[in-house]
């Protein structure tokens, strides 16, 4: 459940609890540590392999957008009351609190890690917050025109040179990008370049256009590091729930 | 919303087949196919390039009277008698406190009940499900461990034998209930064995041990289908959750459920039969083959002959109940039986009598 201070920090005490069995076939140093800037790996056909366990650089969660400058994010009025009630009400309305799902982006700005698997015509995600996972396609299909909305939306990604070009649409309309409150609507469109630079990092660019929500398309940068040694561990949201009746706001 | 997996008697194991016909129908590129398009089901099973096979695609799996009876095959004295006692209260709730009603996941062999996609890299076997999430299979070599945290899908490795990936899981908690009410300690271990016979279909057989409830290991045969041009869709069980409230139970329907009504052996007898119900999520689907027996003064459903019979409470002499879904016999001006109806949430399923059962 939400409340960003205790999600923190209950996080990271959780994953330690975890196995660390070391995880074959990574890079190491001397003294055995995962070697994170080796080379990154490539799969079979050449390209970049995305493969592994995954932590995004921390900070974002509040707030995705929190490098930019004034003016390069800019809401829609309606978009700008709804989120200036949802930083005021501290996100009691947010519908992770309900454990449904985070949806992306927003699962790339939580600190929960996830594991990206990395097949020839698809890599899917697996994310460890609240047990889900994204599906792209590399097969070389369209986005669908009129597709069902969902949380994950629908993805489809291709190469360009060493990035992986993921396009997505088909969002709910009541998509939360972080915890602050940013919203994504059913017009929402994503651009997600991803690029893994060494073998422990990968950089992370996202392009939000949701012409319903904010007057120009804007871009974030994150930043994912390996993990390697570890593993996700299972999070059942609802489990022993307790804290809705909390959640009240101001 | 509250899942429809194991929801309601018999209408369950028609329903457990899920929700695919609304998803896209996009041709999954790459797959063998017939002179027609069609998917050849029939085709060889494909290899990785390391030269195991490729167990990739979506699968579709039922666990058939075994969803309701998982323990179907054990005598009475080889589960203990407080677990089959829980398993009794359970059946007389309707099941209302099962935890997947309460959006808990089920054990991660369970993923392969439903829909679900595997996704095939070397050092991992993703399992993605509809309703559970995904499960992992870890193949880069690791022992189970020996003392794992308790989850409630457990910790899962695999290697292979020959073609047949073998797959060990361990380190359960103790909540989740292995069908419509047996439970199990956190002892308790399964073994999966996973062939891909060709490309449309793959044997699996499930054996579970679990000494501190039963006393011998059991197992369940289940045989998986490819599900070609299609899609697993988005499960958000707790969105919108309205269900719950409406769990209750009254000493009435326990009474209900125990029914110990007596009906005429001749008028039993009258029902036996092998009969048929298409689904309705695929009416182009082989069609669902129920068989209708009797056991002493008892009268059983059993899937297509095989498997768990599992007890049909009377309630009159045309009828009965199966975990608080209503069985309802017809006859023609004749007096010979000519369908039965099961109630469920959509509505009266009609399923018809096709002929005697075999000698």
């Not at chain 1, 390209?47 to 957008?65: C, E, F, H, Q, R």
């Not at chain 2, 099962?98 to 996941?105: A, F, W």
């Not at chain 2, 869709?233 to 139970?249: D, R, T």
Request: charged residues 25%.
């Amino acid at each position: 459940m939400k409340t960003i201070t205790v999600l923190i920090v209950a996080a990271s005490i959780a994953s330690a609890q975890w196995l660390d069995f070391p995880t074959p076939g990574v890079p190491r140093m001397a003294d055995g540590k995962p070697n994170l800037t080796a080379p990154a790996p490539k799969t079979a056909d050449g390209k970049p392999d995305l493969s592994g366990i995954w932590v995004t650089k921390a900070g974002y969660t509040g707030n995705i957008a929190r490098d930019l400058k004034p003016g390069e994010l800019s809401f829609q009025p309606w978009a700008s009351e709804v989120y200036k009630h949802r930083q005021e009400t501290q996100g009691k309305d947010d519908p992770q609190a309900y454990c449904v799902l985070s949806g992306v982006p927003r699962e790339h700005v939580v600190p929960y890690p996830f594991k990206i698997l990395n097949t020839n015509g698809m890599i899917v995600i697996l994310y460890e917050a609240l047990h889900s996972y994204r599906q792209i396609y590399l097969d070389g299909r369209k986005l669908p025109k009129d597709p069902n909305p969902t949380w994950m939306g629908y993805s489809v990604g291709h190469w360009d040179g060493d990035t992986l070009v993921v396009e997505s649409s088909g969002f709910v309309d009541n998509n939360w990008l972080d915890n602050g409150g940013h919203m994504g609507t059913e017009a929402m469109k994503l651009t997600e370049r991803f690029h893994r630079r060494d073998y422990g990092h990968i950089d992370l660019q996202i392009t939000v256009d949701d012409p319903k929500a904010y007057t120009k398309p804007w871009t974030v940068k994150l930043e994912f590091t390996a993990t390697p040694d570890t593993d996700l561990i299972e999070y059942v949201c609802d489990e022993n729930e307790k804290d809705l009746k909390h959640l009240v706001g101001k | 919303m509250i899942g429809p997996f194991r929801a309601i008697g018999i209408a369950v194991i028609a329903l457990s087949i899920p929700v695919s016909g609304q998803w896209l129908k996009y041709k999954t590129p790459g797959i063998p196919r017939t002179a027609s398009g069609d998917a050849d089901l029939k085709a060889a099973a494909p290899k990785t390039p390391d030269g195991k096979p490729d167990l990739s695609g979506i699968w579709r799996g039922d666990p058939g009277g075994y969803g309701l009876n998982v323990a179907a095959d054990l005598k009475p004295n080889e589960i203990q008698p407080w677990a089959e006692k829980l398993y009794k209260e359970r059946l007389e709730d309707l099941g209302k406190d099962s935890p997947s009603y309460r959006c808990m996941p089920q054990i991660g062999p369970y993923v392969v009940f439903g829909m679900f996609k595997i996704l095939q890299t070397p050092s991992v076997i993703g399992f993605h499900s509809e309703f559970n999430g995904f499960r992992q299979v870890l193949t880069d070599g690791r022992p189970l461990p020996e003392d794992p945290n308790p989850t409630w899908m457990g910790y899962s490795v695999g290697h292979w034998d020959g073609d047949t990936l073998v797959v060990e899981s361990a380190g359960f908690n103790d909540k989740t209930w292995l069908d419509a009410g047996h439970p199990h300690s956190e002892d308790l271990r399964v073994t999966e064995r996973f062939h891909r016979k060709d490309f449309g279909h793959m044997d699996l057989k499930m054996t579970f041990s679990d000494p501190k409830v039963y006393s011998r290991t059991f197992s369940m045969d289940v045989e998986l289908e490819l599900v070609p041009d299609t899609e697993v869709l988005e499960y958000v069980c707790n969105e919108n959750e309205q269900s719950v409230k409406h769990f209750v139970i009254t000493e009435e329907d326990r009474k209900q459920n125990r029914s110990n009504v007596k009906v005429a052996p001749e008028l039993l007898a009258k029902y036996t039969g092998i009969y048929e119900m298409q689904n309705p999520e695929d009416p182009k689907g082989k069609p669902i083959s129920l068989w209708i027996l009797t056991e002493g003064d008892e009268l059983l459903t059993q899937m297509n002959g095989a498997g768990p019979k599992i007890p049909l409470a009377a309630q009159s002499d045309t009828t009965f109940t199966v975990l608080g879904g209503t069985v309802r016999f017809f006859t023609d001006d004749h007096g010979a039986v000519t369908h039965f109806t099961m109630q469920a949430v959509e509505g009266d399923f009609k399923v018809l009598r096709k002929g005697d059962l075999p000698k």
